[in-house]
Nanobody, 125 residues
Framework: QVQLVESGGGLVHTGGSLRLSCTASGRTFDGYSMGWFRQPPGKEREFVAA????????SYSDSVKGRFTISRDNTKNAVWLQMNSLRPEDTAVYYC??????????????????WGQGTQVTVSS
């Protein structure tokens, strides 16, 4: 029903910045929450940030709080993740995802129904 496409990943040195984009296409929903997750090499997928339909009180993992900012534009069906002060431990494949509950800001990947293909972020020392 909906396709999510991430972009903006790349290679950056420690302390650098990247801005990830995710755009939904196809039959989008009337309202939904969106989140960013990441999967470091050889590790489980982990929560990064989430934002509800109303864009009130976005949530961040402790490891990225103060460095990353999530934002969205509902008219464009898009969500962004601005990543500043990047560290080598931020290296991962980053995924955007849709939660069908527009009121929810969830850290649990099980609540997300649709996922993008991922974009690689590599931070060198």
């Amino acid at each position: 029903q909906v396709q999510l496409v991430e972009s903006g990943g790349g290679l950056v040195h420690t302390g650098g910045s990247l801005r990830l984009s995710c755009t939904a296409s196809g039959r989008t929903f009337d309202g939904y929450s969106m989140g960013w997750f990441r999967q470091p090499p050889g590790k489980e997928r982990e929560f990064v940030a989430a934002i509800s339909w109303s864009q009130i009180s976005p949530s961040y993992s402790d490891s990225v709080k103060g460095r990353f900012t999530i934002s969205r534009d509902n008219t464009k069906n898009a969500v962004w993740l601005q990543m500043n002060s990047l560290r080598p431990e931020d290296t991962a494949v980053y995924y955007c995802a849709v939660d069908r509950a527009p009121w929810r800001i969830s850290r649990n990947s099980d609540n997300y129904n649709y996922w993008g293909q991922g974009t690689q972020v590599t931070v060198s020392s």
